[in-house]
């Protein structure tokens, strides 16, 4: 069997582990193992998906969790039995597919019962003095376990308990020996005796089972029809006959209407304790509509998984997929500090202190001497440009810049125009549909003794389109400062690439005296260096607001 892989990165994917994921999955491909898949556990996010759309990639397989499930163990062609079956039958699927417990289903195919071999075998060998003689079966079911013709009466499925007797002794002793019987119980067995036939139908026997192929007169027949006794002829002989009444029983009678059931779509571990709680040997696993699936014992446990994950992008199960501790892990490949579990086999394991995980995927790539599709390229120089902030990071490192320059040629791209682009498609104001909720999206107040005072940022790639919308943004600064009664509003437009903000502000016009940045123009400030809002823009109001 040849499991699938899900080559997989972390919860809340980004572009580098998404990224990753696919150009790793793609990686083994070309290598030759065909099952390996990119998956991913979260939807992509904007950025993401702007980059695959752009380069005509699908999104990989969505997988909210990997716990084993029933279905996963589950052997999908159970060997199933009808309650009308006689136990001959019955006995022998447990032969032929050498199974212990057979689930019982009705006409649509949904359990309704299990019988196992071993009760069954407790109930014929551990006899009671009552069951040597007592036979359960219907008309219909003995006949066809005696492989027999009626000679009088009719097929029916109705089961009776009836008393076996063997016609192989003289008329007198056979007479004495049924007496106290109800004849409406007898089941009486003799071959070429016609005084015993004689006797058996002049009694009323219930049925008469004629052995070994033997003739009956036509005037003991008609006897037989007249008293309503059932005449069946076999071509068996006596001792034979006898056993198949005995196993000509429907199954019927030994099923255990109490059963565990389990749906395919439950997990294993919840299977796992209803077969260790539950008492009974087996579980049955049903489809979405109450059919059949399979049926699970304690072995069924020990099947193995028929899936494993490549982890990219992250190596601690905090961040993986649901349920990846209960699956075996073949690879990580990730640049992230180590907080992986321990494995019980030896793994490939790459972990490199670079930029992105897209750098050590497009490595293996150089090093195994695979040029990456055209597309495969783009998307790991998408992953790089998007993990370092295009190279401006200071997780940048020299591979970084190797590989991506390598990635230029690959790709046909040119990575600054490429980063920008990226950057571009999910940031700046256009994503937001309106200046106003440009600026609510990621508006934050702040407050010091005295004052609250609120700061917007948006991330933009160039300062062309703030330019264009520069007096609507104004305006909105003005309404969100009355609505949210903030002594000053103000908006963070962080050119990632350049690494400078331009702080947009309504209210406290004495700011320009303190402020310490350049003024472009009124309400308006060029903060060269400054890009974050926690660390640096917001420390500084305080500061300056605090002064004046
Ligand atoms: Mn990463």
Request: glycine fraction near 8%; hydrophobic fraction near 40%.
């Amino acid at each position: 069997m040849h499991k699938n892989i899900y080559v997989i990165g972390h919860r809340n994917p980004d572009t580098d582990s998404i990224a990753s994921a696919i150009a790793y999955a793609e990686l083994k491909k070309r290598q030759g193992h065909s099952t390996v898949r990119a998956a991913m556990t979260g939807e992509p996010n904007p950025q993401t998906r702007y980059i695959l759309q752009r380069l005509g990639l699908e999104t990989p397989l969505f997988l909210a969790d990997v716990h084993p499930k029933v279905r996963d163990i589950l052997n999908r062609q159970p060997v199933t039995a009808r309650s009308t079956m006689p136990l001959k039958e019955v006995l022998e699927l447990f032969h032929r597919h050498t199974i212990r417990v057979l689930p019982v289903v009705d006409t649509d195919n949904a359990p309704i019962g299990v019988v196992s071999l071993l009760k069954l075998s407790e109930k014929y060998l551990v006899a009671g003095t009552d069951r040597k003689r007592g036979v359960d079966t219907s008309r219909r079911s003995l006949k066809e376990c005696l492989e027999g013709i009626f000679l009088t009466g009719e097929p029916s499925e109705t089961v009776e308990h009836l008393h076996l007797f063997i016609g192989a002794m003289v008329e007198g002793s056979f007479t004495s020996r049924i007496e106290g019987y109800d004849p409406a119980t007898l089941l009486v067995m003799t071959g070429d005796r016609p005084s015993i036939q004689q006797a058996a139908i002049d009694k009323g026997a219930r049925i008469l089972v004629i052995t070994g192929g033997f003739a009956v007169t036509d005037e003991l027949l008609a006897a037989a029809r007249s008293n309503g006794t059932t005449v069946i002829s076999t071509p068996h002989d006596t001792a034979t006959a006898a056993w198949l009444a005995r196993l000509s029983t429907p199954l019927d009678c030994f099923v255990d209407p109490k059963f565990e059931k389990i749906g395919v779509a439950e997990s294993l571990e919840h299977l796992r304790l209803k077969l260790l709680h539950s008492g009974e040997p087996a579980v049955i696993a049903v489809e979405e509509d109450g059919s059949i699936a399979g049926i699970a014992t304690k072995s069924s446990l020990l099947t193995p998984i028929p899936y494993a994950l490549i982890l990219v992008d992250h190596n601690e199960l905090a961040q993986a997929v649901p349920g990846a501790e209960s699956v075996e892990i073949l690879e990580v490949i990730d640049h992230h500090k180590l907080g992986n579990p321990p494995t019980s086999q030896p793994i490939t394991f790459m972990a490199a202190p670079v930029g992105s995980t897209c750098t050590v995927v497009a490595t293996l790539y150089r090093e195994r001497g695979i040029d990456p599709e055209q597309k495969i390229a783009a998307l790991l120089l998408a992953g790089i440009l998007s993990d370092t902030v295009i190279l401006k990071s200071p997780t940048t490192t020299g591979r970084d810049r190797e590989i991506v320059s390598w990635l230029e040629q690959q790709s046909g791209l040119d990575h600054v125009t490429f980063g920008r682009e990226i950057f571009s498609s999910c940031s700046g104001f256009s994503a937001y549909g309106s200046p106003e909720k440009a600026l609510r999206a990621d508006f934050k107040h702040f407050s010091t003794a005295e004052m609250l005072f609120g700061v917007g940022q948006v991330e933009v790639v160039g300062f062309d389109e703030f330019y264009e919308i520069k007096e609507e943004l104004r305006t909105a600064l003005k309404r969100v400062k009355e609505q949210d009664r903030l002594v000053l509003a103000g908006l963070m437009v962080t050119d990632i690439y350049t690494e400078t903000s331009l702080f947009l502000v309504e209210g406290k016009n004495e700011l320009a005296h303190v402020m310490g940045y350049t003024q472009l123009e009124p309400h308006l400030y060029e903060l060269k260096g400054v890009m974050s809002r926690k660390k640096q823009m917001v420390p500084h109001l305080l500061k300056v607001l605090g002064s004046l």
